[in-house]
C-alpha cells in the first residue's frame, strides 16, 4: 500500500510540474497565454490531490486544515485557467492579471506542500 501510495503522490509531483514547468514557458517566452497542457496539469494534480487526501490505513494521520487550503488554491487557479481560457477564445489575448496568479499560486501550493508539516 505504500508503495501505491508513493506512486500517487509521484504523479502528484509531476503535475504541479507541468503546470508550473508550462507557465514558466510561457511566462519566459513573453507569452500571456493559457495552454491545453496547463489544463491537463490541473486535473492530474486534482485527481491526485484527492487520491491522497483519502486515509489510507497506515500512520499517515491528514492533516485536514492544510489539505482543505490547498484544494481551496488548486480550485482558484483553476477558476483562472477556465477564465483565462475562455477569454483566450473571445479576444484572442489573456490580461496579465489572470495570467500571472496561475503561477505564484501554483508554487505557493507546492510551498504550502513542502513546508507545512
Known sequence: MEILRSVVILIHIV????????WVVEAVGRRIRVT???????????????????????????????????????????????????????????SPAIFWPIGILALLNAGLAVIWH
Open 15 to 22: 503535475g504541479f510540474a507541468i503546470l508550473f514547468g508550462a
Open 36 to 94: 491545453p497542457l496547463m489544463n491537463y496539469a490541473i486535473v492530474i494534480s486534482l485527481v491526485t490531490g484527492l487520491i491522497l487526501s483519502a486515509p489510507w490505513g497506515s500512520d499517515h494521520e491528514p492533516n485536514y486544515i492544510k489539505i482543505g487550503i490547498k484544494l481551496v488554491v488548486l480550485l482558484v487557479i483553476g477558476a483562472l485557467l477556465g477564465i483565462g481560457s475562455a477569454r483566450q477564445k473571445r479576444t484572442g489575448s489573456l
